[in-house]
């Protein structure tokens, strides 16, 4: 046999993959399973070929196993379309990625094709490149950067596609003139940018893709200058209907045009000369930001490097001052230089946006680009890593700078690439269990978590320490802000001057407050020692209170807080070593008055900033459980007990809030932590409660109670300023008479008075505060029924009289707390009363009255109403709970949660699409809701709130302007009416 013939065979023998990286699975035996499903797949398909591979023992097949046990996504790919893995006997990866690229290419320009046609297409051919992109990535085939590219081009490819078929179709309807439409970009006058990560080229495994689309009225190919507005305006929704849609054969990317010019008030395509009319006039610094990626992807590419090159004297200027600079630091509020304050957390860390995160290495760069790119063009590039070796080559930063970001910044890209290679999830949190560690370590070739962690959270004070070092200098008295004098009775004249240029509106007031610190009037500033740690603080207090841009407001908050403390001394010499902590009270004083006047009314709860591991921490339940249990066990007494469970409630309610400040945690996790508190704290006074009583009135023979959290609890969406809602149920012996105390009462007055009891120890005013506002509304009869419920009257209730509107109530009802087995059976009633049969049309229906009612007794006062509003939350839980009563809601298990509900909706009721548009509309009302709820304790009122709480929350959407966010949100809101109507049928 000749030499070429022996290597035609050896391909032929095996699949062409080769892994660098040995992967381990999370449980062999599964990783075998898994394989030979796959085989058998491909069995059924009549690939016999890659059956016979796939059950024989090698390298390659420990791989395969390995990635489908670690990948729920891969391994349903390889099961769905085998095919796609017995090419790779004919082709590497690189060679069928390319013939991937072709055929995508190709797919727009054949005279026969529907949009529809398209649409299945780009799905099939997008799914295998996107399948074994990720696997060369694992294997170790291509690196990271590799990754990226081969995203993007697959990317690109597919918009050319999308905006291709487009154009051509406007030709032959004659809406466009095409000058080649065997080239159909070419003079068409669409302009198509790739913004973001899309722009430099490095996208990760799930990202959807940014455009911005312009177009040229004057454009050879417009047959109607006066026509093409809309013209391109349906072309526009047409290509965010063709790439992300979901279809049964799945979407091809989620497409955002958000960052247009002013996106709330312009349509989806704007011509050319209004973007640069409006970037000249009335650009804003982070949209300068965002151009530096920008870049022309599909359509006219010539007219689009026009375009960016008029652009240019506006994002590049030649003067860069650093108040312009600042300015973009403020609005990229997500990131901070934290200074060594507590460990980062590994468990839900946020990879792009989280402390020493992507975001923080595409900041330093940008930053830097924005201050010398005007003067140096070679720093105008729009790729990260390339940028890094400029900006040292010009000595910006130092060799050893770029060095370590530049393999931190792959390292974090892998991190990314395989959390969202688990499940093609479009997320950047890292898992919060440890077997989900386990799972990404080893995707990543790490032996397991305990590695994984230590390299991860290496990495990330890697990042940490050159941000930190580029942005953050630790405060000193000389810092420079300008004189500060407070000694003697009269205002120094530069100091005045110098309190109004940092912010402050009423500098003589300011003056005074802080003189009166140096006059010892507070205990906290007693002693000498303290007076003189405040005086070396107080500019950098000064600078950090004046950012929050409601300075005087914000310091006199402070002053509040001060005339509190018992001491000063160690907080004082904390904030001063502490630019971050300092930073997050000065948020808290100029952004949050809710949580400032917690820390005002109560200074103790501050003392749980000054534990270092705070943020590192996950306010999980066993964490709240472990510290309640510490807090109150050597308490003596029913009084002592209440009253340290209003202490431990208060200071937990203000440490979670101020983890979600930080952006440790995001709304999801704070809204299970305020619930898991409200469980735990709420199931400990019921036990006093009941230990109290039965001192009084003894205990009714067999009798047992637990409790039903409803709402917002039963669904463990609780925010800072929630009230619960609960059902107090109870059992006893049927021959129990009365109690056996020495005060008997009979069952149903012991438990109504038990449950009075309760009500008192969780919601009555005492000097230690209140732990919650107390509902009882929702149990049976409601204010007209006793307080107490026997469970047999709950469950014939339930079965024979309940509305439908109760039922909808008990889709989001769960046991919090009382005795196990009582929890177990009602939490078997539960589920069996919301399993009846039932008429879901009449469902519906009623639903969709009760929603118009309510929105004609309680209309929303404005857009952020975000409960009211139409398309708001009650539209997303009406939804949810319609589908759990009318068994709509696919998965094992009962789940009690919106967003689980809305994610599990049958494909018969809400199709991939619409499952999508909800849990995206569910995930964006919730990060503001807790934002606000958290900050404020009445409505949000964009023109009256903190400037800073706005920061907040576009901090928490990831959107760069309060325009950007409403026009979202008005999106939002009319789609999720939409699948409303459509899906419960709107009130006639």
């Not at 379309?81 to 797919?107: H, N």
């Not at 200098?473 to 500060?484: C, H, Q, R, W, Y």
């Not at 079965?799 to 196990?820: C, F, S």
């Not at 009650?874 to 939804?879: K, M, N």
Request: proline content about 5%; aromatic content about 6%; glycine content about 8%.
């Amino acid at each position: 046999m000749t030499k070429t013939g022996a290597a035609a065979k050896a391909r032929g023998s095996g699949l062409r993959l080769k892994p660098d990286i040995t992967l381990l699975p999370l449980d062999p035996a599964a990783a075998q399973a898994e394989l030979a499903e796959a085989a058998t797949a491909a069995e059924e398909n009549g690939l016999t070929r890659l059956a016979t591979f796939l059950s024989a023992k090698g390298e390659v097949q420990d791989f395969l196993g390995a990635v489908f046990d670690l990948s729920d996504f891969l391994r349903d790919c390889a099961r769905r379309r085998p095919d796609m893995l017995d090419r790779l006997f004919d082709s590497t990866v690189a060679e069928r990625l390319d013939a991937l690229l072709k055929e995508i290419a190709a797919s727009s320009l054949a005279q026969d094709v529907s949009e529809a046609g398209l649409m299945t297409a780009l799905r099939d051919l997008k799914l295998e490149a996107h399948f074994l992109i990720a696997l060369a990535d694992l294997a170790g085939e291509a690196d990271t950067a590799k990754t990226v590219e081969r995203l993007s081009d697959l990317a690109d490819a597919c918009v050319n596609a999308a905006i291709d078929f487009l154009l051509l179709d406007a030709h032959r309807q004659g809406k466009l003139k095409l000058p080649e439409p065997q080239n159909p970009g070419k003079g068409s006058g669409w302009v198509v940018l790739g913004m973001g990560k899309l722009g430099a080229h490095e996208l990760n495994f799930s990202s959807d893709i940014d455009l911005v689309l312009f177009f040229d009225p004057e454009a050879p190919a417009i047959v109607d200058p006066l026509e093409a507005t809309d013209l391109f305006v349906r072309l526009a929704r047409r290509l965010v209907r063709i790439l992300q849609d979901r279809t049964g054969d799945g979407y091809v990317f989620r497409t955002d045009l958000r960052l247009r010019p002013d996106p709330g008030s312009t349509p989806l395509a704007i011509p050319v000369e209004a973007a640069l009319t409006y970037y000249e006039s009335r650009g804003q610094n982070w949209e300068r930001a965002a151009m530096i990626k920008a870049r022309p992807v599909a359509g006219d590419l010539k007219a689009g490097e026009a375009f960016l090159k008029e652009l240019q004297p506006y994002v590049w200027r030649k003067y860069m001052d650093y108040a312009a600079i600042a300015d973009v630091h403020s609005i990229k509020r997500q990131i901070h230089a934290h200074k060594g304050h507590g460990e980062v957390a590994v468990k839900g860390h946020n990879v792009k946006l989280g402390r020493g995160g992507i975001r923080e290495i595409e900041f330093f760069v940008q930053t830097q680009q924005l201050i010398a790119g005007g003067r140096f063009p070679e720093l105008r590039g729009r790729v990260t890593v390339p940028m890094l070796g400029e900006l040292a080559k010009r000595g910006w930063i130092t060799a050893e700078a770029r060095d370590a970001l530049t393999a931190q910044y792959w390292f974090l890209r892998r991190v990314e690439h395989a959390v969202q290679m688990v499940a093609d999830e479009q997320t950047h949190m890292l898992p919060d269990t440890d077997e989900g560690l386990e799972r990404i370590g080893k995707m990543l070739g790490f032996a397991g978590e305990e590695d994984f962690s230590a390299a991860f959270r290496a990495s990330l004070h890697e990042v940490e320490r050159h941000y930190a070092a580029l942005f953050e200098a630790a405060p000193e008295l000389s810092s420079g802000v300008g004189n500060l004098v407070f000694t003697g009775d009269v205002d120094d004249p530069d100091t005045l001057k110098t309190l109004a240029q940092l912010g402050f509106k009423r500098p003589s007031d300011i003056t005074r407050v802080i003189r009166s610190w140096h006059f010892g009037r507070y205990r906290a500033t007693q002693s000498a020692e303290a007076r003189e740690r405040l005086t070396e603080l107080t500019p950098a207090l000064l600078e950090a209170f004046g950012k929050t841009k409601k300075a005087d407001k914000a310091l006199m908050r402070f002053d509040q807080f001060l005339a509190g403390l018992p001491a000063g001394i160690q907080l004082f010499s904390l904030l001063q070593s502490n630019p971050s902590l300092l930073k997050l009270l000065a948020t808290i004083m100029g952004a949050a008055p809710r949580l400032a006047a917690v820390i005002t009314r109560r200074p103790h709860v501050f003392d749980g900033l000054l534990d270092p591991a705070l943020l590192a921490e996950l306010p999980n339940r066993d964490y709240l459980a472990g510290r309640l249990a510490a807090f109150i066990q050597n308490s003596v007494g029913y009084e002592e007990v209440l009253d340290r469970l209003r202490i431990f409630g208060s200071e937990q309610k203000f440490l979670i809030g101020v983890r979600l400040l930080a952006g440790a945690i995001d709304a999801n996790r704070a809204g299970r932590a305020f619930s898991d508190l409200a469980d735990l704290t709420i199931g400990a006074a019921l036990e006093a409660v009941e230990t109290e009583v039965a001192g009084r009135h003894g205990r009714v023979p067999g009798g047992r109670v637990a409790i039903l959290g409803m709402g917002k609890l039963g669904s463990r969406e609780l925010t800072a300023g929630s009230d619960v809602d609960l059902i107090l149920l109870y059992d006893h012996d049927s021959e129990a008479d009365e109690s056996d105390g020495g005060k008997p009462l009979a069952p149903s007055h012991y438990y109504a008075r038990m449950t009075q009891r309760l009500i008192a120890a969780v919601s009555a005013p005492t000097a230690e505060g209140v732990l919650y506002e107390l509902d009882l509304r929702l149990r049976p009869s409601g204010n007209k029924g006793p307080v107490a419920t026997h469970v047999d009257a709950f469950k014939k209730y339930q079965r024979n009289d309940a509305w439908t509107w109760e039922h909808m109530a008990l889709t989001r009802a769960r046991v919090i707390a009382g005795d196990t087995e009582l929890a177990a059976e009602i939490e078997a009633e539960v589920a069996g009363i919301l399993a009846l049969p039932r008429d879901p049309k009449k469902v519906a229906a009623e639903a969709a009255e009760m929603r118009a009612l309510i929105e004609q007794e309680k209309p929303p006062s404005d857009m952020w109403d975000l409960k009211l509003v139409p398309g708001g939350l009650i539209d997303l839980e009406f939804i949810a709970q319609v589908a759990v009563l009318t068994g709509q809601v696919q998965g094992e298990g009962r789940v009690t949660g919106t967003s689980a509900t809305l994610a599990r909706l049958s494909p018969g009721f809400a199709d991939g699409q619409t499952r999508q548009d909800l849990t995206n509309a569910w995930a964006l009302y919730l990060a503001l809701t807790q934002m606000i709820r958290l900050c404020l304790t009445g409505p949000f009122e964009k023109d009256d709130s903190p400037p800073g709480l706005i920061d907040l929350l576009l901090a928490a959407t990831d959107l760069p302007d309060i325009k950007v966010l409403e026009a979202h949100l008005k999106e939002t809101a009319t789609t999720v009416r939409g699948h409303f109507k459509r899906l419960l049928g709107e009130k006639r």
